[in-house]
């Protein structure tokens, strides 16, 4: 598809007709693997501007598939087409479900992956509480990813964050810094939109800001005690200390800007 549309240069809307044409028919095919062969190539002309809104059941249909590589297809092209105007995205609500509750890792990652980016009201409302149990999955890959998706099931579904923010608590004691992280970042976000609500994870927070040697995090833990100092006076005095050994100790000038911007706003509360 994509050399004959290189070839057809003088021709191009032709030529991408007569394939759209083709494809209709390979996606009545009851082969899983000409099905998913005919989504992707949709997908691809999707991203150069053609519509394929009419294929959105058939996209349900290749994401249902058991083989991984057939899934991980129609949840590509689930994430970049549809929304919540499409006729048929309550379908995925269960196979996103089933899916996240596999035994497979990639299974689970690659519907927690899709549910990011097209989440809506409904289904963050009735995929909540399954997102909510994999906060608690054995494995790293699995949590972190859940910990993120979670945020966008707040924006979309604001009732779900004051019964599930326990557990999203919980995840910045988590062994694993990737999982820490992306709490600290879930955290930091919501604090953008009501900072006071956050106050009380100050210690956990200051713990982080101490004790971690992931730059990156430390940066956002930075940032949400810029956001939390204005509301607490003795924040700035508490954490005088730790940020000036952040701005004499670091090589990262990124790490250095927030400290030091944190400062002014900690020396302004006092």
Known sequence: ???????????????????????????????????????LKLTYLQMVG?????ASFKVIEVISHPDFTHKRIGYLAAS?????????????????RKDCLSTSLYDGGIALNCLANICTTELARDLVPDIVSMLSSARPYIRKKAVLVMFKIFLKFPDALRPSFPR?????DDPESGVVSAAVNVICELAKRNAKN????????????????????VIKVIKLFAVLIPLEERLGQKLA???????????????MYEAIYTCIVGLSTL
């Open 241 to 255: 200390q730790p940020l000036c050994d952040i701005i004499n100790s670091t090589n990262s000038m990124s790490l």
């Open 168 to 172: 999203l608590k919980e995840k910045l």
């Open 1 to 39: 598809l994509v050399s004959g549309i290189r070839t057809n240069k003088g021709n191009e809307s032709k030529y991408i007709n007569d394939c759209i044409q083709e494809i209709k028919e390979e996606l009545k095919s009851t082969n899983h693997d000409e099905q998913a062969t005919a989504i």
């Open 80 to 96: 970049q087409t549809f929304s919540e105007s499409t006729d048929v995205i309550l379908l995925i609500t269960n196979l996103i």
């Open 50 to 54: 053609y519509n394929m809104d009419w």
């Open 198 to 217: 956050y106050l009380p994870l100050a210690p956990t927070l200051f713990k982080l800001l101490t004790k971690s040697n992931n730059n990156w995090m």
